[in-house]
Nanobody, 119 residues
Framework: VQLVESGGGLVQAGGSLRLSCAAS????????MGWYRQAPGKQRELVAS????????TYADSVKGRFTISRDNVKKSMYLQMNSLKPEDTAVYYC?????????????WGQGTLVTVSS
């Protein structure tokens, strides 16, 4: 499985961005997916996650009410709609996928996309 993120960029505080994550390869092995972020000098943290059918989502407290995660299994893609962005949302955002390929546990990361929010 390979993951490629897109949609990052520079935006002013209060603005919006939509991140996309395109999956390829053995995508039928993917179960849960999520978005993580890592700001300079900080540990990588979970932003939001979504189950295989999209029926269950979780969010970090810091983004609840502002970010929305979704996935389209037909398009083999996952999205993160980010509204009311704050300077503290500045980070590299990574797409993550987890699942099982036969009896092998699978966890894959994308290369990351930079989001910069100016004040």
């Amino acid at each position: 499985v390979q993951l490629v993120e897109s949609g990052g960029g520079l935006v002013q505080a209060g603005g919006s961005l939509r991140l996309s994550c395109a999956a390829s390869g053995s995508t039928s092995s993917i179960n849960a997916m999520g978005w993580y972020r890592q700001a300079p000098g900080k540990q990588r943290e979970l932003v939001a996650s979504i189950t295989s059918g999209g029926g269950s989502t979780t969010y970090a407290d810091s983004v609840k009410g502002r970010f929305t995660i979704s996935r389209d299994n037909v398009k083999k893609s996952m999205y993160l709609q980010m509204n009311s962005l704050k300077p503290e949302d500045t980070a590299v955002y990574y797409c993550n996928a987890r699942g099982w390929l036969a009896t092998t546990y699978l966890e894959v990361w994308g290369q990351g996309t930079l989001v910069t929010v100016s004040s």
